[in-house]
Each structure stands twice: as structure tokens, then as C-alpha cells.
């Protein structure tokens, strides 16, 4: 094992309510004479407190981050850790909420049935650091983070090879901090961070982690909530555009490589704490994301104050074979301050929902409206109505299609109405409808 951590260090981050290290941390205070909450303070108190030694060239990671080394066969990396009581917040949430959150919800907006079955107790909340974002045989997972209920809190151990020859005990000492783990969470994990470390255990001769799990990936959920609105569903967009939540001091994603590679040349290990604590706040930000999806899909009105918002939601209703919910996910929408645009996009997702269900009473009265305007946007409502008048009313009433589709033909052509598919193709539809609609009635003698 490595040499200890300083005392006076853990002793000085014990009383900021954090802990880097395998045991336990005292408990954090409530609340600060600032009106902050515990783990708002301790964000702060992590980056306003690392360590400085001017008079040092180097700072060694011991010092730097203390914790211990893990060894494994001839080989170690170095383990740090922290523990958050599920009473505190962070972005908003308490982080029990995450951790007995709907997982039926979580499986319907995901759209994955196995999430339903998942035990967030038992469930690993994963994210890594890592040398690049190619993938390959070249990029490394130099940090692996991750956050796990245990013994009444919520724990975070992170795993930090110091050189590539550490790997193979980092994936050993990763695989048994996931005993007793069946459950997988991570932000775009699927796509980056699981197979590149699928990779690397292959390179090891080591099973993949969790393989098999129920894998609740929170970038493909967000993105169907949050996708129309914002321009990036990033974590840190979603923490600030979602949650209210500005990160101090943060270091930016590219700045991560550059960082640990500086590390691997002058052993100075002061850049890497920004890395560690921007992993820490990673993990409790997924946390609180789970929360605040899986309340988006069970009660929306306690949770989504955007009309596009709830139009996503709505379509994610739609799939998950609740049509009902869609229809007023829809009208929802329309009551949350949409743009004419956006409102016209909801009536037509509000309409052919209620097609699709059967409501025909519902769809053709939103078609009349859309129609009736005094400047019609759109040709579909026209288009629509004339197809229900000839084929789905009982009984049909084929002078209204045909009184409809010559009043949709009027307003293309006097460039009132422009189809998408264009005025000249717009036309032709047009005129096929309406002299099979004349064929049709001049062989009923009407």
C-alpha cells in the first residue's frame, strides 16, 4: 500500500463536509449562513481548497488527492472516494429521489421494458475521464467513477490509473466495488463509455462490467424530453438550462486529456483535482437527472413548465402505447405558450394522435379549425377532411370531400397555401382527388 493521506489534510476536508478516501466522512452540515445548501458548500469547498504548494515544482498525487492504493498482483492504481447522506440536494434534488425513482417510468420513456425491473438500490451510477473521445486501442478510461447506495449512502468511488501499466488493477478493483451491483446507469454510456470499457477488458481477458444488465442511458431519455428546446442536451446544458445550476470552476471536457497527459510528464498532480471533482459532480448530477425523468413521465405538470417539452413528451406517450396520455400531453402543450408555429405542430400532433386512436370527432374538428382560418398555413387539414368525408364517414359524403378539396385547390393556386411537396405536385394531387371525386358522383347520378 501507498504511503497515508496527510492527516491534517483529511482532517481540514472532513470538516467541509467531504471525504477523499475508501471509509466513511462525517456528515455534512445542513446549511450555511449563505442560504446554500451542504453539498452546494462542499462543491465549493473542494475547488476553493485544493491544494497549493508554491514552493513545491510538483505536488504528488498522495498529497494532491488522498485515498490509498489498491493493489492487484504486481500491479495498484490509486482509489479515491466520497459519501453524500440521501437527504442532501444536488441540482435541485434530493438524491434519494434517484435512487427510488419510477422505474416503470424510466423504462416507458426510454423505451426499453428490462429498465422496469431495475433495483436502483443495487444500481451503479457509472461515468469516466478519459484520454480522448475516439475510441480504440489508443484511448484509455484513465478515471472511472462510480456511484453506488451503500450502508444508508450514497457512495462514490473513483478508480485513477496513474500510467496505462495500472489498467489491469484498475478494472479489478472497478469489478469489485460492482459486486452485488445489477443494474447499470450512465449519460450517453452507451454509445462511449460501456464499449470502450468493454474493450479494455477485453485487452485483460476480462468479462465486460454488468454485462447484460438493465442499462438506463440518460442522454437518449433527455434528448426525448428536452431535444425541441434546447440547442444542447449535454449534462451541463441540462444542469443549466433544466436544473438552474451554474458549475464553478469547472474543468471543460477537452481541458481533461490535456491535463492527465501534463500529469504523466511532470508528475504534478494539482490539475488533476479539478478532473475528479468534474467527475464527482458528473455522477450526482445523473442522480438527480434520473429523478427528474422519471417525475417528467409520471406528472409533467409538477415537473415541465415548456409547451415543446410536453409535444415531446407526447409523442413518447404515443409509442409507449398510451394515447390518451398523448391527446393531453397535446393540449397541455397548447396551454404552456407556444409560438403560432409550435401551436400549429401541436394541433396537427393532436389530431392525427386522436386518428390513430379512432377519435374522429376529436381530428376532424381540429382539421376544421385549422381550415376554417381566415389564412389557412397548412394544406394537410384540407387534405385530411376530404379523405374522411370520402372513405372513413358513415355514411360518406362526397360533395363535402369534393367542396373541400376544390377550396384547398383555390388557395394553392392563388399562393395562399404552398405544400411541402411543392406548389407544382400540390396541384396535380389536388386535381387527381377531385376528378375522381366528379367520377364518383357522376356514377351515383348525384
Not at 231 to 260: A, K, M, N
Not at 265 to 272: E, K, T, V
Not at 355 to 361: F, K, L, P, T
Request: charged content about 25%; aromatic content about 6%.
Amino acid at each position: 500500500m501507498g504511503q497515508a493521506p496527510d492527516g491534517d489534510l483529511l482532517a481540514r476536508l472532513a470538516r467541509l463536509g467531504v471525504q477523499l478516501g475508501t471509509g466513511g466522512i462525517a456528515r455534512p452540515e445542513r446549511s450555511g449562513d449563505d442560504g446554500t445548501d451542504a453539498t452546494q458548500r462542499t462543491s465549493r469547498s473542494f475547488l476553493s481548497h485544493e491544494p497549493q504548494a508554491p514552493h513545491l515544482a510538483v505536488l504528488p498525487l498522495e498529497e494532491a488527492l488522498p485515498g490509498a492504493d489498491w493493489p492487484h498482483l504486481s500491479s495498484r492504481c490509486w482509489v479515491t472516494g466520497a459519501r453524500r447522506p440521501l437527504d442532501d440536494r444536488h441540482a435541485d434534488e434530493l438524491l434519494e429521489a434517484g435512487l427510488t425513482a419510477s422505474t416503470s417510468s424510466l423504462a416507458a420513456l426510454a423505451g426499453d421494458p428490462a429498465l422496469a425491473g431495475m433495483d436502483l438500490e443495487r444500481t451503479a451510477f457509472l461515468d469516466t475521464e478519459t484520454t480522448g473521445l475516439a475510441g480504440g486501442a489508443g484511448t484509455y478510461a484513465f478515471l472511472i467513477g462510480i456511484g453506488r447506495l451503500e450502508g444508508g449512502c450514497f457512495h462514490v468511488r473513483q478508480f485513477f490509473m496513474r500510467h496505462p501499466g495500472e489498467e489491469q488493477a484498475q478494472l479489478a478493483a472497478v469489478a469489485e466495488w460492482l459486486e452485488g451491483c445489477s443494474a447499470l446507469v450512465t449519460f450517453n454510456g452507451r454509445s462511449f463509455d460501456m464499449p470502450l470499457l468493454a474493450s479494455r477488458c477485453t485487452v485483460h481477458r476480462r468479462r465486460p462490467f454488468l454485462d447484460g444488465a438493465p442499462h438506463l442511458d440518460l442522454l437518449p431519455a433527455a434528448r426525448r424530453v428536452w431535444r425541441r428546446r434546447l440547442d444542447s442536451c449535454s449534462l451541463t446544458s441540462l444542469e443549466r438550462e433544466i436544473f438552474s445550476t451554474h458549475r464553478q470552476d469547472d474543468v471543460p471536457g477537452w481541458l481533461i486529456p490535456y491535463r492527465y497527459f501534463r500529469y504523466q510528464q511532470d508528475g504534478d498532480a494539482r490539475p488533476l483535482v479539478g478532473i475528479f471533482h468534474h467527475n464527482l459532480l458528473d455522477i450526482l448530477t445523473m442522480v438527480s437527472l434520473t429523478a427528474r425523468l422519471a417525475r417528467a413521465w409520471q406528472a409533467p405538470e409538477d415537473t415541465l413548465d415548456h409547451g415543446l417539452d410536453w409535444l415531446s413528451l407526447a409523442r413518447r406517450y404515443e409509442l409507449s402505447g398510451d394515447p390518451a396520455r398523448a391527446i393531453a400531453a397535446c393540449e397541455g402543450a397548447l396551454t404552456r405558450g407556444l409560438t403560432l408555429i409550435e401551436a400549429d405542430e401541436a394541433r396537427q400532433q393532436l389530431a392525427l394522435i386522436a386518428r390513430r386512436a379512432g377519435d374522429w370527432q376529436r381530428a376532424t374538428g381540429i382539421w376544421r379549425e385549422l381550415a376554417a382560418e381566415p389564412q389557412p398555413r397548412r394544406l394537410y387539414p384540407f387534405e385530411e377532411l376530404a379523405k374522411y368525408w370520402e372513405h372513413r364517414a358513415s355514411p360518406p359524403d362526397l360533395s363535402r370531400a369534393l367542396a373541400i378539396s376544390e377550396e384547398a385547390r383555390a388557395h394553392v393556386a392563388a399562393g395562399a397555401l404552398r405544400p411541402r411537396r411543392g406548389v407544382r405536385l400540390g396541384l396535380a394531387e389536388l386535381d387527381h382527388r377531385i376528378a375522381r371525386l366528379r367520377r364518383r358522383l357522376g356514377a351515383s347520378g348525384t
